[in-house]
């Protein structure tokens, strides 16, 4: 491997909030949270590696020759590369979306030295103003939770309303539970895997002040109600681990 490319492929490492000594600020997507972003999501997110290699299994049965796929919240386009490497039919065009400018720029980077025909579009743009259209598959990847709450119904019912038939939304996402030790014994178990992956308690303890009020999860029972008054027919618990899950409605 020649030195550009290790330099490349090297990973920053997330210690945005190592020695930060006052409160921490209500967290954003900053360019600092760009360089660090696959480290921070791979250390934060338990289960979010096989997610993605579990992608292209579900978007290969899913998608469809002349329809779209999109990737809302793409950030880096992980989940978009994924998919790419699923599509065989022709005609499929893939929508990357998200309205951090950092991340679409270094998405667009990614993006084009990815080797694979078919066309990613990145669009810089909040998800809830993208027309959704002729879509055989949709991710939303750990952004729905970012959505003001008061947004994400009608989001939700754009995304069913621009589904081709048979096309499926994978909705991955932090979850809420209840009762308040089924919480307390989540969360304590994902700062467990925060700890095992080498954040410090503190670094944990200012991650959670910083998404307060920004990451808002939502019960499992609350998506499933959101999906099915959006006319999802069959909805999927096809992935968990810890407070991380996977749902994936299909819209007949
Ligand atoms: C992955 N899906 O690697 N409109 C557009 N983008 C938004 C909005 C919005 N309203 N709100 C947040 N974002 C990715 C990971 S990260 C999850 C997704 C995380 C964007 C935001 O800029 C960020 O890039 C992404 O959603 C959330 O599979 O960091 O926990």
Redesign the pocket.
Known sequence: MNSDRKHKDQKHKDDLYRDQEDPAVPFE?SEQVVRVFPDM?ERS?PGYRLLLELTPILVKRAVRADTRIY?L????G??TLAARRAVQQPGVEIKA????PE?VARCRTLVAEDNSRVPVEVIE????DVAIENASVVMV???LQ??PLEARDALVQDIARGMAPGGVLILAEKLAFEPDASQRWMDEHHHDFKRAQGYSDLEIARKRQALENVLVPETRQAHHQRLKTAGFSEIHDWFQCLNFCCIAGVKN
Not at 73 to 76: A, E, N, Q, R, V
Not at 97 to 100: I, P, Y
Not at 125 to 128: C, E
């Open positions: 997507f999501i997110v990737d919240g793409c950030s880096l992980a989940a979306v998200d309205n951090a991340m743009a909040d998800i809830r990847y750990f952004t970012f959505v």
